[in-house]
């Protein structure tokens, strides 16, 4: 069982920084991709970025492209999400999830293939 834990939420300032971390137990993370995503209140979730096993390719949203930065650390079996120039539409609740289903290795623009699901971190965006 892959058991992800997410951290680094909190309350920041539009135009601040903020790191997530997504660290993992109970198998080894490197050997999968693994997407953040995010749902704001009353919304549905969406894919903000994604990291292949290897760490050799990267996806961003449109809307946090030249923003955020994902990269990984398999010795430490965890990811992480760099966020910078926050906006308030940043604000939601932020999921790390890995890819357990089909081409695990690689990143995947479904979030059905996404089988394994931390319980989210809170960001705000606010002044």
């Known amino acids: 069982q892959l058991i992800l834990v997410e951290s680094g939420g909190g309350l920041v300032q539009p135009g601040g920084s903020l790191r997530l971390s997504c660290s993992a137990s109970g198998s080894t993370l490197g050997s999968h991709a693994v997407g953040w995503f995010r749902q704001e209140s009353g919304k549905q979730p969406e894919g903000v970025s994604c990291?292949?096993?290897?760490?050799?390719?990267?996806t961003y949203a449109d809307l946090v492209k030249g923003r955020f930065t994902i990269s990984r650390d398999n010795v430490k079996n965890t990811v992480y999400l760099q966020m910078n120039s926050l906006k308030p539409e940043d604000t939601a609740v932020y999921y790390c999830a890995a890819r357990t289903f089909r081409d695990y290795s690689l990143c995947t623009a479904y979030k059905r293939d996404f089988g394994s699901w931390g319980r989210g971190t809170p960001v705000t965006v606010s002044s």
């Open positions: 990291i292949s096993a290897s760490g050799g390719s990267t």
